[in-house]
C-alpha cells in the first residue's frame, strides 16, 4: 500500500490546540516552527500543525463559536482568516506558511473537520470538477455533536470523491505535508465515519502530494483496526488527553489493546503531549484544565508519559508553547536514547501488569531490548521483571536511558526503585 511510505516511523511535532485552542495566529505558528528549527530538528521533530478553526476570523478562545460565518473560497472549501493569517491575503491559503515551514527544514499540517461546510451547503456554491453542488453531496444529519461547522458528505453522491479531490488539491498546492481530519476516527452521535476516510484516503493519493493522514478523535474502534491500518497513517485511541493522572493510567490499557496494531505507516495515536505552558487561550468547559498553565503532571508523571509514549511509538505532538519551555521540559524532547527507542523499537508488548507495577518492552534490530518500568500506584515502590521473561537467556549489560547511566552486568532481573506515578526506561545488550 502505497501510503505506507509517508510515516515510516512515528511522526514528531508541535500542535497548537493544547496551547491555542481554536484561536491560534499566525506570528504564534511561525514562532513555534521556528524554535523546532533551532532547538527540536535534529532530535526528529518536524511537523509544525494548525489545529481546529484557522478558517474562522472571530475565533478568540478554545471554544467553537456555534453557527458563526466562516473565510471560503468560490469552490466551498474553507480557507484561512486573513486577519489571523496575514499571509493568506489575496487568495494564497496556507502556501507562504508553509514556504516559511519548509524553509526551516520543517514540514507542515493542518487540521480539517470531516465533511463540507453548513455554510456551502445552505447557499448551495459549486465544487470543482463536478456538476453536483455543495447542497447535493452534503450527509445533513450527518452532525458533529461538539461543532456546528460542517455537514457529512454522502459518498454514495455524484460529486462527493470530487469534493474531496478539490480539498486535496489546494492543500498540495498550498504545500499542506500532514492532515489532521477530525469529527471522524470515533463520534459520539455515529462511530466511525468509513466511507469519509476512503474518500480522503483516494483524495489524498490522487492529488500527487505525500501527507500524513491523522483521525481524531478517539477512542477509535479497535474492531475497525484493519481498516484504520488501510487507510491511515495515525489514528486516535482516546477521546482529548489532558494533564491529569487518570487520564494517564488509562492510556497504559489502550495501549495493551492496540499494541499488536502499530508498525510503519500506522501508529495509534495516544494523543499530544500536555507539557510545559498551556491553555493560554483556554475558557471553562473545553479541557479538564481550562486556564492558563504550566502542565499539572508532575516530572514523575511527565517522564511517565514520555516513556510509555514513547516504548509504544505513539506519535510525539507537544501541546504548549514551545518558546516558554524550561530546561526540563526541553530535556525531555531532546534525550536521544529515549528517542533511540521510540525510533527503533520492535514489537512493544506488555510484559506483565500486577497491581500498580507495569512492565513494557520492545527491541531492536540488533537485538538489545527496551525495558520500560511503570509505577502507577500512589506510594514509593520497588518494580522488578526477570531476563527471562524478557526473552533474555544468560546475562545482560543494562543502561538507563533517561539518566544515561551505565548499571553493568545484571545476572537475573531488571529492578528499579520509583517514586509514584513514576518510570524508567532501560536498554539491555
Request: proline share 5%; with cysteine.
Amino acid at each position: 500500500m502505497k501510503h505506507h511510505l509517508t510515516a515510516h516511523t512515528p511522526p514528531m511535532g508541535w500542535n497548537s490546540w493544547d496551547c491555542y485552542g481554536a484561536a491560534v495566529r499566525e506570528e504564534e505558528v511561525r514562532g513555534n516552527a521556528q524554535y523546532m528549527a533551532e532547538h527540536l530538528k535534529e532530535y526528529g521533530w518536524e511537523y509544525v500543525v494548525v489545529d481546529i478553526q484557522w478558517y474562522e476570523s472571530g475565533a478568540v478562545s478554545s471554544q467553537y463559536r456555534p453557527f458563526v460565518p466562516l473565510e471560503m473560497d468560490s469552490f466551498s472549501r474553507l480557507i484561512p482568516a486573513v486577519n489571523r493569517f496575514p499571509s493568506a491575503a489575496d487568495g494564497r491559503g496556507f502556501q507562504a506558511l508553509a514556504e516559511y515551514v519548509h524553509g526551516l527544514g520543517l514540514k507542515f499540517g493542518i487540521h480539517i473537520m470531516r465533511g463540507i461546510s453548513r455554510q456551502a451547503v445552505h447557499q448551495d456554491t459549486p465544487i470543482l470538477g463536478t456538476t453536483a453542488t455543495a447542497r447535493q453531496i452534503a450527509h445533513p444529519n450527518s452532525i458533529c455533536p461538539w461543532n456546528t461547522d460542517m455537514y457529512g458528505v454522502d459518498a454514495s453522491k455524484e460529486g462527493a470523491q470530487e469534493y474531496y479531490n478539490s480539498l486535496f488539491d489546494l492543500y498540495a498546492e498550498w504545500g499542506v505535508d500532514f492532515v489532521k481530519v477530525d469529527d471522524i476516527a470515533a463520534s459520539r452521535l455515529y462511530g466511525i465515519h468509513l466511507a469519509e476516510i476512503e474518500l480522503i484516503r483516494r483524495a489524498i493519493a490522487q492529488c500527487g502530494r505525500p501527507m500524513v493522514l491523522s483521525l481524531s478523535p478517539g477512542p477509535a474502534p479497535l474492531e475497525h483496526a484493519s481498516d484504520l491500518i488501510a487507510n491511515a497513517n495515525m489514528w486516535r485511541m482516546t477521546d482529548d488527553f489532558w494533564d491529569v493522572w487518570p487520564l494517564l493510567y488509562g492510556m497504559f490499557e489502550r495501549c495493551e489493546k492496540w499494541a499488536e496494531h502499530v508498525g510503519p505507516g500506522h501508529w495509534p495515536d495516544c494523543d499530544m503531549l500536555p507539557l510545559g505552558h498551556l491553555g493560554i487561550r483556554s475558557v471553562d468547559s473545553v479541557d479538564s484544565g481550562s486556564h492558563d498553565r504550566w502542565t499539572r503532571f508532575t516530572k514523575d508523571e511527565q517522564l511517565t508519559m514520555m516513556t510509555l509514549w514513547s516504548i509504544f511509538r505513539s506519535p510525539l505532538m507537544f501541546g504548549g508553547e514551545l518558546r516558554d519551555n524550561d530546561a526540563w521540559t526541553l530535556s525531555l524532547l531532546t534525550n536521544e536514547e529515549v528517542l533511540n527507542a521510540h525510533h527503533n523499537g520492535l514489537n512493544a508488548r506488555q510484559v506483565y501488569r500486577k497491581d500498580e507495577h507495569i512492565v513494557w518492552t520492545s527491541h531492536n534490530e540488533e537485538g538489545h531490548v527496551y525495558v520500560a518500568l511503570f509505577n502507577a500506584g500512589d506510594e514509593a515502590s520497588k518494580v522488578r521483571v526477570s531476563l527471562k521473561d524478557l526473552g533474555i537467556e544468560g546475562q545482560a549489560n543494562a543502561r538507563d536511558l533517561w539518566n544515561h547511566i551505565d548499571l553493568g552486568v545484571l545476572a537475573q532481573e531488571l529492578s528499579a526503585d520509583l517514586p509514584p506515578h513514576g518510570a524508567a526506561l532501560f536498554i539491555l545488550k
